[in-house]
């Protein structure tokens, strides 16, 4: 397995940032892109790791896993020194338990850990299904939660028109940042867990820079809330928004009007990968506001 430690992904995407280029939500998507590059020594310059978990063929004297990954450390790869060997279901349980709190220590993000059976020849009797071993579990650690008060929601247009409900909250600690802000995802969801202004809501983050709000501790509701109304217009132009069938999110259909359309579509064809011109949002606001441009060509 090929993986970015948090060093190298802080390094890239501070490098990004400083650039204006998008950042890398997590180190396993920063890992994989680096691996898309075509230039080697791009590559080399984002000192990406390698770890051995597996070992193919047969050695003789090598009859289990555990002998395998010892054998493939003396020869010099790097096998995660985290193993353990386990007697028992019991010896498993505290493995997994101390690993769901020390797991925050590690170099390296990680989300759980492998269960294999060591023996090879129980390997070969268990065999495989059409799609996995049937010797090896994956164990995945629940991600990192946090209970805070949800102050209020804002609604967001992107340069398409669609509308996403933000979440400000009360700020809080989660994964060792300070969060203000999560994502709300559409109305359905909000509807779903019957998310309302007020109440202390729990959020996670996943693999997302944005963490989100998953669901609403009921027994500590403030009285007297009603469930949240959302929005039926434009909170940037007052359009009557609209929803096609099957899509999650609400859009504005005011195009050509609708100012964060007007903006985002200027800011989209200046963006990097685009015309790469200088010059970010707060010029686009300044120049827009002033009347001066309107659509790309104006610039
Ligand atoms: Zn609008």
Known sequence: E????????RELNAAKEKNGETLFANPRNAAAGTLKLLSADEVERRALDCYLYHFIGQVPGIDTHWKALEMASQWGFSVSDHRRLCQNTDQIMDFLDYWDQARADLPIATDGVVI????????????MTAKSPQ?????????EQAVTRLLSVVFQVGRTGAVTPVANLEPVLLSGTTVKRASLHNADQIALHDIRPGDMVYIEKGGEIIPKVIGVDLPSRPQNT??????????????????????????CPNRWECPPQIKGRIEHFMSRKAMNILGGEALVEQLYSKNIIKDPADL
Do not use: D
């Open 2 to 9: 090929i993986i970015m430690p948090f060093s190298s992904f």
């Open 116 to 127: 294999k059976v060591n023996s090879f020849s129980l390997q070969r009797t268990l065999g």
């Open 135 to 143: 010797w090896a579990t994956a164990y995945k650690i629940k991600a």
């Open 226 to 251: 009603l469930p949240f109304q959302y929005i039926t217009h434009c909170p940037e132009c007052g359009t009557l928004l609209e929803r096609e069938p099957g899509e999650a999110k609400h859009f």
